[in-house]
């Protein structure tokens, strides 16, 4: 396994969520009240922003927007500060810019350029949870209505007391490589994307389903790839809404590729040289997704291979390989 998270976007988020501590709604409270404390405002999923920077208010100049806010979550403690975000959903956009102090509303995968990792993370965070509670109003079971408690990281059923608590959907993504020289790895084209984009291939989990199984069931259902060995690479927080991407490798059992036509409409083998040529052309991946950092890492893999190999030869050709008695 070769966990390299940390580079991988919306992961690491280096704040403590307080878990033991959010269930006290006295202590949430205080932390809500507290002068220093940061309010994160969101609208409909969309981060407000300002001259293209997200909007933080301190609790003392956002009374008012806390006030009309459908819901304010507490997110846990960057340090001695305490976080909250506040979903301003219910109002409409024009209102909640002006309360926000903001001029635009923008989605967070659109910000990640021009901010930090950790604003990333955190903005990310926010909007899942926000848009959690948005669709989490009642009981799945009952259908009576639910309060929020714990800060917002549980909602209760008024009728039945059944406990609600957010719900994550993981899905598989994977590099699938073939083995021999040179090394190639397949990637698709999905229905709704670009004539040219090419991405890996990836899927939800089913219920009763390993991860590893998903990726077998995945690549044979869309491309008609039967894959041997899969290993872990990596995983990513994917809140768009409630996503959490596991990467894998995978290794394939021949090179015969038949796509679904349905979610898949094209699927191809590259080598190394030609998948540098359509990242150049910007035909691979987004900047902040796991696909990303599989592609980039097989890529770097490559790379080592090929030098390992020149080195090698090189040495041959010169006469500095060194022998030893047995």
Same mark, same amino acid.
């Given at each position: 396994?070769?966990?390299?998270?940390?580079?991988?976007?919306?992961?690491?988020?280096?704040?403590? +969520?307080?878990?033991?501590?959010?269930?006290?709604?006295?202590?949430?409270?205080? /932390?809500?009240?507290?002068?220093?404390?940061?309010?994160?405002?969101?609208? +409909?999923?969309?981060?407000?922003? +300002?001259?293209?920077?997200?909007?933080?208010?301190?609790?003392?100049? %956002?009374?008012?927007?806390? #006030?009309?806010?459908?819901?304010?979550?507490?997110?846990?403690?960057?340090?001695?500060?305490?976080?909250? =975000?506040?979903?301003?959903?219910?109002?409409?956009?024009?209102?909640?810019?002006?309360?926000?102090?903001?001029?635009?509303?923008? @989605?967070?995968? /659109?910000?990640?350029?021009?901010?930090?990792?950790?604003?990333?993370?955190?903005?990310? *965070?926010?909007?899942?949870?926000?848009?959690?509670?948005?669709? /989490?109003?009642?009981?799945?079971?009952?259908?009576?209505?639910?309060?929020?408690?714990?800060?917002?990281?549980?909602?209760?059923?008024?009728?039945?007391?059944?406990?609600?608590?957010?719900?994550?959907?993981? %899905?598989?993504?994977?590099?699938?490589?073939?083995?021999?020289?040179?090394?190639?790895?397949?990637?698709?084209?999905?229905?709704?994307?670009?004539?040219?984009?090419?991405?890996?291939?990836?899927?939800?989990?089913?219920?009763?389903?390993?991860?590893?199984? %998903?990726?077998?069931?995945?690549?044979?259902?869309?491309?008609?790839?039967?894959?041997? &060995?899969?290993?872990?690479?990596?995983?990513?927080?994917?809140?768009?809404?409630?996503?959490?991407?596991?990467? *894998?490798?995978?290794?394939?059992?021949?090179?015969?590729?038949?796509?679904?036509?349905?979610?898949?409409?094209?699927?191809?083998?590259?080598?190394?040289?030609?998948?540098?040529?359509?990242?150049?052309?910007?035909?691979?991946?987004?900047?902040?997704?796991? @696909?990303?950092?599989?592609?980039?890492?097989?890529? %770097?893999?490559? #790379?080592?291979? =090929?030098? &390992?190999?020149?080195?090698?030869?090189?040495?041959?050709?010169?006469?500095?390989?060194?022998?030893?008695?047995?």
């Amino acid at each position: 396994m070769n966990d390299r998270s940390p580079s991988v976007h919306y992961t690491g988020l280096e704040l403590d +969520r307080a878990g033991d501590r959010r269930s006290d709604a006295a202590w949430v409270a205080s /932390q809500a009240s507290r002068p220093g404390t940061r309010v994160l405002p969101l609208w +409909r999923d969309q981060c407000l922003t +300002r001259g293209g920077t997200p909007v933080v208010r301190r609790v003392a100049d %956002a009374a008012e927007l806390l #006030d009309q806010a459908a819901e304010a979550v507490f997110l846990g403690l960057d340090g001695d500060e305490a976080v909250f =975000a506040a979903d301003l959903s219910a109002l409409e956009e024009d209102q909640a810019r002006d309360l926000a102090g903001a001029d635009a509303v923008q @989605d967070v995968r /659109q910000l990640v350029a021009g901010i930090t990792a950790a604003e990333a993370g955190l903005l990310a *965070y926010a909007r899942g949870l926000l848009h959690w509670h948005r669709n /989490q109003r009642f009981c799945g079971a009952c259908g009576g209505p639910a309060d929020s408690r714990d800060g917002g990281h549980l909602r209760v059923c008024r009728d039945c007391g059944k406990l609600l608590f957010p719900r994550i959907e993981p %899905a598989v993504i994977m590099l699938i490589e073939l083995a021999g020289q040179p090394r190639r790895c397949l990637l698709a084209r999905h229905a709704k994307s670009g004539p040219q984009s090419f991405s890996t291939l990836a899927g939800f989990v089913e219920i009763g389903e390993s991860l590893e199984d %998903a990726v077998r069931r995945e690549a044979f259902e869309e491309a008609g790839v039967q894959v041997k &060995s899969v290993v872990y690479q990596g995983s990513q927080a994917w809140p768009f809404p409630a996503g959490l991407m596991v990467g *894998y490798r995978a290794e394939a059992d021949t090179d015969t590729v038949r796509v679904d036509g349905a979610e898949v409409v094209d699927a191809r083998w590259f080598t190394a040289a030609e998948l540098r040529a359509r990242i150049d052309a910007g035909h691979v991946y987004r900047a902040d997704s796991i @696909d990303r950092f599989l592609i980039e890492g097989w890529l %770097a893999e490559n #790379d080592a291979s =090929a030098a &390992s190999t020149a080195a090698e030869a090189h040495a041959a050709e010169s006469g500095d390989t060194e022998y030893t008695d047995g």
